[in-house]
């Protein structure tokens, strides 16, 4: 017996099911959100425990693979084409039994709520946060269209790794192509790799194929990767291969898999998304019908000997056709076949068996046959037509491929609604349970947005009073339960609660498998150098922060360990430096004072190859911005100092490592060195967290208008800020990060001018150090970077007339009259017009020069 539990009647809730074993109760209890016990008399009994309300009809039927049946209102729909059957899944229990009673009707949850526990389901199955969100965006992009390739694949285990998967790995790659060995893992997380390859590739050169082989799960709804392509105004082309489900046309034996299409086309609105099978129907569909003893829709399928059939059990045996019943959808599907499959090197036969299933992706800059903007002006001008076209009688509109989809989930996300059948929510909801109960907490903060989890993160450290804010462990040491065991804390130098805090933190806000606490940013950064042997060598750039800078040319030689600098914003100067012996490279993107962006995944790349470390110092992006981890980089730095803490009140640097072992070789140096930072100063952290997210954005609101001002006044030379479009790294840090930050730097030509601005200022307050909720500026070359020799400086591209500054909260009006006055003064002072950028020749002005020069005598 499987029982819905006392708030149902069990004379209309309760039905018997045809079982060989007690077991398959077991199998279909998570399906129905809840807990499997068994009663006296041996039977088992399903206690629902989920905290959702659902409507359900007398004698629910419960099909063996409960999550491939896809219902809305209540009313049954027939899945949308696509490669359903891509999971890896066996379905070898025995038929639960058919019945034709109606199915449950759906329940409508929040779109957030419907997310957050699929990412919890996700990560049963042991994918890290990042992948989890990866492959959470696929399935809900999906869900939200009512396409049958969404979460349906968590509760049927459609995602599961498999046993022993390797990491997903670029075989071969060129200027223009790659191939990518998904070694047996998820199918979404290679495509939304060859994705972003392909991307990239097109970005740099006009075009760019990237293909995948070895995965055994199902990519998802292929519109979701079209899509990505074509909102950044490319065009992509992706295909998938499936197992073998498919008869040729003619034929009765099953050769191809459901191979969907995704084509991406920009327009100067919404892209056209083409999202289709070339199957007349879906594995999950034979596989639902059979369940619910239903017929098949006429022509979709045939038989063992090749006959029509709307039979699912004899589909099932037989094949499935090609959408349009002719050799023309059968081609079509050999294309797919051959391109996705051979083409990749994926399995060619006995698919289902190998999985090793392929994909092919293929972006295109328009660019490359004329001007882009042209490009999308003529495809609108289709779009209308086609849409304006002579409708026959009944027809209200001609819709484009992937507009009903569209609107259905701008809809469904504005409402914050969106049905779920119950069953498929009720596996969700149990999945989810087991995450959290692992997890050791009710919920986790790592699916929501960064803002969010700033104010709100998971509980790291047990309070029994539940404290609103984190409690100050102001201690040096902790008493032990007895004289020859420890308990969990014993010397804050290797652990405190307050820091611990912290640093889980900062682990689930970088994504990392661990992050530490130091007493400042240089002290974390000398550990990281710590990691290097004597004889093996370290690369870092020409533009970095002057403490990182003495630290590598007057320190590090002396331990044995060899210092090249390279210009890190030339991938081919990278490559010809990072040598065998490179042990780590030393990366910032921006750079500090340059704000030159830096390609941290190709340099990653570049280092990993030669068995490098990467560490980034991330302290003007900060996590809040900037996530280096899933970048590539292998250690986060983010000074504490800067924006963690906001208010220049807290030395403190921060370690985020992205895997465990690199973690644990960490920890051993910040204990044995005692580096760490003090709870004081973590818990003033902690605090400063808080408000990260709204102090960085109204900084960074407040630089981008004071750099646009900058940028068009006639004295300022250049403006280094990768806000601007102007900035040669524009376009590299929109894709590496999401906003451009808070720091800018400029130059006059003079350093007198740039010397009399920032003495001039009112409102910018002179310091080195940047992130602070006030507004400052400097001298780089005689402040913070004032430790590299000038000629140095010279030889790197740094400019003494540089001027840096770091946009603060104030109001942005006030900033910039600021700034506006100290420049007209300070060109004044030296004699040009700060209208002309020229020299002014008056009597009036070569006055006030000698007179500024006399001052500068007298002092």
Not at 843 to 858: G, H, T, W
């Given at each position: 017996?499987?029982?819905?539990?006392?708030?149902?009647?069990?004379?209309?809730?309760?039905?018997?099911?045809?079982?060989?074993?007690?077991?398959?109760?077991?199998?279909?209890?998570?399906?129905?959100?809840?807990?499997?016990?068994?009663?006296?008399?041996?039977?088992?009994?399903?206690?629902?425990?989920?905290?959702?309300?659902?409507?359900?009809?007398?004698?629910?039927?419960?099909?063996?693979?409960?999550?491939?049946?896809?219902?809305?209102?209540?009313?049954?729909?027939?899945?949308?084409?696509?490669?359903?059957?891509n999971g890896a899944v066996s379905y070898t229990q025995d038929d639960l039994g058919s019945s034709e009673d109606a199915p449950s009707e759906d329940v409508t949850v929040s779109v957030?709520?419907?997310?957050?526990?699929?990412?919890?389901?996700?990560?049963?199955?042991?994918?890290?946060?990042?992948?989890?969100?990866?492959?959470?965006?696929?399935?809900?992009?999906?869900?939200?269209?009512?396409?049958?390739?969404?979460?349906?694949?968590?509760?049927?285990?459609?995602?599961?790794?498999?046993?022993?998967?390797?990491?997903?790995?670029?075989?071969?790659?060129?200027?223009?192509?790659?191939?990518?060995?998904?070694?047996?893992?998820?199918?979404?997380?290679?495509?939304?790799?060859?994705?972003?390859?392909?991307?990239?590739?097109?970005?740099?050169?006009?075009?760019?194929?990237?293909?995948?082989?070895?995965?055994?799960?199902?990519?998802?709804?292929?519109?979701?990767?079209?899509?990505?392509?074509?909102?950044?105004?490319?065009?992509?082309?992706?295909?998938?291969?499936?197992?073998?489900?498919?008869?040729?046309?003619?034929?009765?034996?099953?050769?191809?898999?459901?191979?969907?299409?995704?084509?991406?086309?920009?327009?100067?609105?919404?892209?056209?998304?083409?999202?289709?099978?070339?199957?007349?129907?879906?594995?999950?569909?034979?596989?639902?019908?059979?369940?619910?003893?239903?017929?098949?829709?006429?022509?979709?399928?045939?038989?063992?000997?090749?006959?029509?059939?709307?039979?699912?059990?004899?589909?099932?045996?037989?094949?499935?056709?090609?959408?349009?019943?002719?050799?023309?959808?059968?081609?079509?599907?050999?294309?797919?076949?051959?391109?996705?499959?051979?083409?990749?090197?994926?399995?060619?036969?006995?698919?289902?068996?190998?999985?090793?299933?392929?994909?092919?992706?293929?972006?295109?800059?328009?660019?490359?046959?004329?001007?882009?903007?042209?490009?999308?002006?003529?495809?609108?001008?289709?779009?209308?037509?086609?849409?304006?076209?002579?409708?026959?009688?009944?027809?209200?509109?001609?819709?484009?491929?992937?507009?009903?989809?569209?609107?259905?989930?701008?809809?469904?996300?504005?409402?914050?609604?969106?049905?779920?059948?119950?069953?498929?929510?009720?596996?969700?909801?149990?999945?989810?349970?087991?995450?959290?109960?692992?997890?050791?907490?009710?919920?986790?903060?790592?699916?929501?947005?960064?803002?969010?989890?700033?104010?709100?993160?998971?509980?790291?450290?047990?309070?029994?009073?539940?404290?609103?804010?984190?409690?100050?462990?102001?201690?040096?040491?902790?008493?032990?339960?007895?004289?020859?065991?420890?308990?969990?804390?014993?010397?804050?130098?290797?652990?405190?609660?307050?820091?611990?805090?912290?640093?889980?933190?900062?682990?689930?806000?970088?994504?990392?498998?661990?992050?530490?606490?130091?007493?400042?940013?240089?002290?974390?950064?000398?550990?990281?150098?710590?990691?290097?042997?004597?004889?093996?060598?370290?690369?870092?750039?020409?533009?970095?922060?002057?403490?990182?800078?003495?630290?590598?040319?007057?320190?590090?030689?002396?331990?044995?360990?060899?210092?090249?600098?390279?210009?890190?914003?030339?991938?081919?100067?990278?490559?010809?430096?990072?040598?065998?012996?490179?042990?780590?490279?030393?990366?910032?993107?921006?750079?500090?004072?340059?704000?030159?962006v830096i390609d941290i995944e190709a340099i990653s790349k570049l280092a990993h190859a030669q068995g490098a470390l990467v560490v980034v110092d991330n302290s003007i992006m900060a996590?809040?911005?900037?996530?280096?981890?899933?970048?590539?980089?292998?250690?986060?730095?983010?000074?504490?100092?800067?924006?963690?803490?906001?208010?220049?009140?807290?030395?403190?640097?921060?370690?985020?490592?992205?895997?465990?072992?690199?973690?644990?070789?960490?920890?051993?140096?910040?204990?044995?060195?005692?580096?760490?930072?003090?709870?004081?100063?973590?818990?003033?952290?902690?605090?400063?967290?808080?408000?990260?997210?709204?102090?960085?954005?109204?900084?960074?609101?407040?630089?981008?208008?004071?750099?646009?001002?900058?940028?068009?006044?006639?004295?300022?030379?250049?403006?280094?800020?990768?806000g601007l479009p102007s900035d040669p790294g524009y376009a590299l840090h929109k894709k590496q990060a999401t906003s451009p930050g808070s720091l800018l730097s400029f130059t006059t030509?003079?350093?007198?001018?740039?010397?009399?601005?920032?003495?001039?200022?009112?409102?910018?307050?002179?310091?080195?150090?940047?992130?602070?909720?006030?507004?400052?500026?400097?001298?780089?070359?005689?402040?913070?970077?004032?430790?590299?020799?000038?000629?140095?400086?010279?030889?790197?591209?740094?400019?003494?007339?540089?001027?840096?500054?770091?946009?603060?909260?104030?109001?942005?009006?006030?900033?910039?009259?600021?700034?506006?006055?100290?420049?007209?003064?300070?060109?004044?002072?030296?004699?040009?017009?700060?209208?002309?950028?020229?020299?002014?020749?008056?009597?009036?002005?070569?006055?006030?020069?000698?007179?500024?020069?006399?001052?500068?005598?007298?002092?």
């Amino acid at each position: 017996w499987v029982s819905l539990g006392p708030a149902h009647k069990l004379s209309n809730n309760c039905k018997k099911l045809t079982m060989h074993s007690i077991e398959a109760s077991f199998a279909v209890a998570p399906y129905l959100g809840g807990k499997l016990s068994r009663r006296g008399n041996g039977k088992a009994q399903v206690k629902p425990t989920n905290r959702v309300c659902r409507k359900l009809k007398p004698r629910t039927s419960i099909p063996t693979t409960v999550a491939a049946t896809h219902w809305w209102g209540g009313k049954k729909e027939q899945p949308a084409n696509g490669a359903a059957t891509n999971g890896a899944v066996s379905y070898t229990q025995d038929d639960l039994g058919s019945s034709e009673d109606a199915p449950s009707e759906d329940v409508t949850v929040s779109v957030d709520y419907l997310r957050d526990i699929t990412y919890k389901a996700i990560k049963t199955y042991g994918y890290t946060d990042e992948e989890a969100k990866s492959m959470n965006d696929v399935m809900m992009y999906a869900q939200l269209r009512g396409n049958n390739q969404g979460i349906i694949k968590v509760t049927t285990g459609g995602i599961a790794r498999l046993e022993g998967c390797g990491r997903i790995e670029v075989e071969h790659e060129t200027k223009l192509s790659a191939l990518i060995n998904g070694n047996k893992d998820a199918g979404m997380l290679a495509l939304c790799e060859a994705t972003k390859m392909a991307t990239q590739k097109a970005r740099e050169h006009g075009f760019g194929i990237v293909g995948t082989n070895n995965t055994p799960t199902s990519t998802g709804a292929l519109g979701y990767y079209a899509k990505l392509v074509a909102d950044q105004g490319l065009i992509a082309l992706v295909l998938a291969q499936s197992p073998e489900f498919v008869a040729p046309h003619g034929a009765k034996q099953p050769i191809f898999g459901t191979n969907p299409i995704g084509v991406g086309i920009p327009t100067n609105g919404e892209p056209i998304i083409l999202d289709m099978a070339t199957s007349a129907y879906s594995y999950f569909g034979l596989l639902e019908a059979k369940t619910a003893g239903k017929p098949l829709p006429p022509n979709v399928a045939i038989d063992d000997k090749g006959e029509v059939t709307t039979d699912a059990e004899a589909a099932l045996k037989g094949a499935i056709q090609v959408f349009d019943r002719s050799y023309k959808g059968s081609n079509l599907a050999l294309i797919v076949e051959l391109l996705a499959g051979s083409l990749v090197g994926a399995a060619v036969e006995d698919k289902l068996a190998t999985k090793s299933w392929g994909n092919l992706i293929a972006v295109i800059d328009p660019e490359l046959l004329g001007s882009p903007e042209e490009f999308r002006e003529r495809v609108d001008i289709v779009i209308d037509r086609v849409k304006a076209a002579e409708k026959v009688p009944g027809v209200n509109e001609i819709l484009m491929p992937g507009e009903r989809g569209d609107r259905m989930a701008i809809a469904r996300e504005a409402a914050n609604k969106i049905p779920v059948e119950p069953n498929l929510l009720a596996g969700l909801e149990e999945l989810a349970a087991k995450y959290e109960a692992s997890s050791g907490g009710p919920s986790s903060s790592s699916s929501f947005k960064m803002a969010t989890q700033l104010v709100h993160p998971d509980k790291y450290v047990t309070d029994p009073y539940d404290a609103t804010n984190v409690p100050l462990y102001q201690t040096a040491t902790f008493g032990q339960p007895s004289a020859t065991t420890f308990g969990e804390y014993d010397y804050t130098r290797s652990g405190n609660p307050t820091r611990t805090a912290l640093e889980k933190q900062m682990a689930a806000l970088e994504g990392a498998a661990g992050a530490f606490a130091f007493a400042s940013g240089m002290t974390a950064l000398s550990v990281v150098c710590g990691l290097v042997k004597a004889g093996e060598r370290i690369v870092a750039g020409t533009d970095i922060y002057g403490g990182t800078s003495r630290l590598l040319a007057d320190v590090l030689p002396g331990r044995g360990i060899s210092v090249t600098n390279a210009d890190t914003a030339d991938l081919a100067a990278m490559e010809q430096a990072i040598t065998p012996d490179t042990a780590l490279v030393i990366l910032e993107s921006p750079t500090n004072p340059r704000m030159q962006v830096i390609d941290i995944e190709a340099i990653s790349k570049l280092a990993h190859a030669q068995g490098a470390l990467v560490v980034v110092d991330n302290s003007i992006m900060a996590p809040t911005f900037q996530r280096v981890l899933d970048l590539g980089a292998d250690i986060s730095m983010t000074s504490a100092t800067k924006f963690i803490c906001g208010h220049s009140d807290v030395t403190g640097g921060i370690l985020s490592c992205k895997t465990e072992e690199l973690a644990k070789r960490v920890y051993f140096l910040q204990n044995a060195e005692g580096a760490s930072l003090g709870p004081w100063d973590c818990w003033l952290s902690i605090r400063g967290l808080k408000t990260m997210s709204l102090r960085m954005e109204k900084q960074a609101e407040n630089c981008m208008k004071i750099a646009q001002y900058l940028d068009a006044h006639p004295l300022v030379k250049k403006v280094n800020y990768p806000g601007l479009p102007s900035d040669p790294g524009y376009a590299l840090h929109k894709k590496q990060a999401t906003s451009p930050g808070s720091l800018l730097s400029f130059t006059t030509g003079d350093v007198d001018i740039s010397k009399k601005i920032v003495e001039d200022t009112k409102l910018f307050k002179i310091t080195v150090s940047f992130g602070n909720v006030a507004s400052l500026i400097s001298l780089p070359c005689f402040m913070s970077h004032a430790s590299i020799p000038a000629e140095v400086r010279a030889a790197r591209g740094l400019p003494d007339d540089l001027v840096r500054i770091s946009a603060g909260i104030e109001d942005v009006d006030d900033l910039i009259a600021d700034l506006d006055e100290a420049i007209t003064a300070a060109a004044k002072a030296v004699g040009k017009d700060p209208a002309r950028n020229g020299a002014v020749h008056t009597e009036a002005s070569l006055i006030a020069r000698i007179k500024y020069l006399e001052d500068q005598l007298k002092n």
